[in-house]
């Protein structure tokens, strides 16, 4: 009788050890499942904050509008004017300029053109200025691809003019071109930055 009395105590003991173990067990891999799920949070903050793209300080941009039958269109970077110096700092006087940032400013006309009295055959043309102090010369270029006016050679250039910059009361913080119609056949291209802003007019052939 007492055999069979240890034998179901020793039995019930084994049970009662054999539960405790399970439910141990089944405590700690919550903990570590819910560890895993705490860091996969964390992974995932990482990588939506890394995805995000920091703004160019330049953005590309265009500007463009039809003059008559002409689509006038304009790429350039706009660089902004964040408190600095522009003219006579940033952008030298007197030397040739691209007119925005990294890549040359282009244009292109798909149909011939009449700027200052001088006709300008249909083509895409690098955009080139030199600013000064009292007036500004405008060039096209047959070269547009190109890092800024690194490749500039004024034996490439098509077309030279003169303009007087204007000054604005308000200014404009990113360099900022447009192509506006004022006619049938005529428009006007623009450039302003800063306190500045020049224009010519154009007029289809």
Known sequence: MKSILYIIFLAAALIFCGCSGTTESTDENAEVSEH???EHKDDSAYASESSKKKKPASPKQQAMAMVGSNHIHIEYASPSVRGRVI???LVPYNRVWSTGAHKATSINFPEAV?????ELSAGKYG???IPGEESWTIIFNKVW???LADDYQETDDVMRFEVTPEKMDEI?????YKVESTGDNTGTISVAWEYLKISFEVTNK
């Open 36 to 38: 895993n799920m705490d």
């Open 87 to 89: 003219w006579g700092g």
């Open 114 to 118: 009449i700027i200052s009295g001088n």
């Open 127 to 129: 955009f080139f200025t």
């Open 145 to 147: 691809d190109m890092h």
């Open 172 to 176: 404009t913080e990113a360099l900022t």
